[in-house]
């Protein structure tokens, strides 16, 4: 084990990663453990399955904290919405949760937030000193603002409203799947969905994640911003490093508002 190996879990709707990360390099420093996400997935059936994780990689793990996103807004440890998750979640003391169920600290964040983090250390803005908008476009569409290597928490600009509809309506990569629309068909939406949000924002930066992200030549050139607009580098491993990665910094810094 060494200081700079730590455990980051991303739970998501279909299945609950988890994987080692070298904060030094933001490279896994071992295998992904992926388990199917429990039905319901309610905190007591997820706390079953992170435990598991984390009984997996027990021997790596040590006593360095351990950072879990999840795609809710999470305030002090309190998981306060429920994005293709359990509604349960709602309210639900999180981060006590797991706490109980592992014997030991652990970190919640939101998953959009970590993704984001993992971008402006390790990724496609690696470095960036302005304001970076980081979106993952998927079943929902998640958010990250960093202002100058500080993240603004639970932003969630993937439920504005734009013309009477929350935008992850009509803007989420699911919705594109679901409809069946060509890329073609589908850059007038998210034209009117990040020219709103540089409206309001003036970013420096957006980064766009999520697994649609890999076919960005279809999409991303298509857009006329005045911000740059540029592919997610870290992809689906973005979660899991964010995760990690916040894990050490908010040990550094604790929650003074933190729910016990
Ligand atoms: C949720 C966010 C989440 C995003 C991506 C949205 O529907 O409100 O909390 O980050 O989906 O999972």
């Keep these: 084990m060494s200081d700079q190996h730590v455990l980051g879990i991303d739970i998501g709707g279909s299945g609950i990663k988890g994987a080692m990360v070298d904060l030094t390099t933001g490279e896994f420093a071992?295998?992904?453990?992926?388990?199917?996400?429990?039905?319901?997935?309610?905190?007591?059936?997820?706390?079953?399955?992170?435990?598991e994780i984390v009984d997996a990689f027990a021997d790596q793990v040590g006593d360095s904290p351990i950072g879990v996103t999840i795609p809710a807004v999470v305030t002090h440890g309190v998981t306060r919405s429920a994005a293709n998750i359990d509604k349960s979640w709602i309210d639900a003391p999180a981060e006590a949760i797991f706490g109980e169920a592992l014997g030991r600290d652990i970190f919640v964040m939101n998953d959009a937030d970590a993704a984001g983090v993992a971008e402006v250390i390790f990724g496609a803005a690696k470095g960036h000193q302005g304001l970076v908008i980081v979106t993952t476009l998927g079943t929902g569409i998640g958010s990250a603002i960093i202002n100058r290597n500080e993240l603004l928490p639970n932003t969630e600009i993937g439920h504005l409203e734009i013309d009477g509809k929350d935008a992850e309506t009509f803007a989420a990569a699911s919705v594109r799947e679901r409809e069946k629309l060509s890329f073609d068909e589908y850059v007038p939406r998210l034209q009117r969905y990040y020219e709103t949000v540089e409206k309001l924002f003036w970013p420096d930066l957006f980064v766009v994640g999520?697994?649609?992200?890999?076919?960005?030549e279809k999409f991303l050139p298509k857009l006329k911003l005045r911000t740059p607009i540029i592919p997610a580098e870290l992809r689906n491993r973005a979660g899991i490093v964010g995760a990690a990665w916040l894990a050490v910094e908010r040990q550094k810094h604790p929650d003074p508002l933190r729910a016990v």
């Design 210 to 216: 999520g697994g649609v992200s890999k076919h960005h």
């Design 30 to 51: 071992s295998d992904r453990l992926r388990i199917v996400t429990p039905q319901p997935s309610t905190p007591a059936n997820v706390a079953l399955v992170v435990k």
